[in-house]
């Protein structure tokens, strides 16, 4: 830790402020290059309780950059996770409005719901779908804080791994019988299919996602909670919307995410 405490929770108000009015700021590294990852989480994980301080419920974990195409389009060496806020979430149909955002994205990812807790470390992909009770399609909005969607891994935890919306549809499944590796998805805005996909685009498999999660909340003691509401890491690059565009996302067996921005 090269933050002290007064810092960790300057920097959390800093960018929870930033998030909730949708202003754009610069990526904190730049002004405290000593920051380590531990500082980052830090900041992320106090930035959350501030939000549960105001009355704010957390229904959720998402993890972020997951596939080979996100880290490469951020330029990012590893995957990092955020939580997701109960004013977060939104269901199929939802009308986003778009003024209340920075420079938002769109990326589809299978959600995944636990009917056990997952405790780390020694996670793995099989302790992952004994321990699931659903999975159902579901669509990021993902709005980093940082000018332009610039960021090094540290940043982007610090901002709560540009977390913002999420909308669910489609069904929900058990995992049995359901090949979450090559299940295929198709992302179309204004009926223009922007981006493909399969699930194996999540290091390898969408459930090795949710596993790496648990052991990386396993490294602070924490708990990754029985249903609890978990974005696995987006399985296309993320797209940029404008307000007005209407975007669908069909998945592989698990039926349609369709929503638009007002
Ligand atoms: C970080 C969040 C990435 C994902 O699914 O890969 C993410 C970003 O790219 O801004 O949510
Ligand atoms: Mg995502």
Redesign the pocket.
Known sequence: MALDKATIEKLARHCEDAEVNAYEITKITDDYPEMTYEDAYDIQWTARANKEAKGHKIVGM??????QA?MK??GVPNP?YGYLADYFSYGDGAQIEHDKLIHPKV?A?IAFVLKDDLVGPGCHIGDVLAATDFVMPAV?V?D?RYKD?KFDLKS?IADN??SSRYVTGGQARSVDGLDLKTLGVVMEINGEIVQLGAGAAVLGHPATSIAMLANMMGERGEVLKAGTYI?S??ITA?VSVNKGDNVTVKFQHLGTVSFKFV
């Open positions: 998402k993890m972020g950059l997951t596939s996100k389009q951020m990092c990326e990812e990021e993902i980093s969607f982007v791994s540009s974005l890491g987006a993320a």
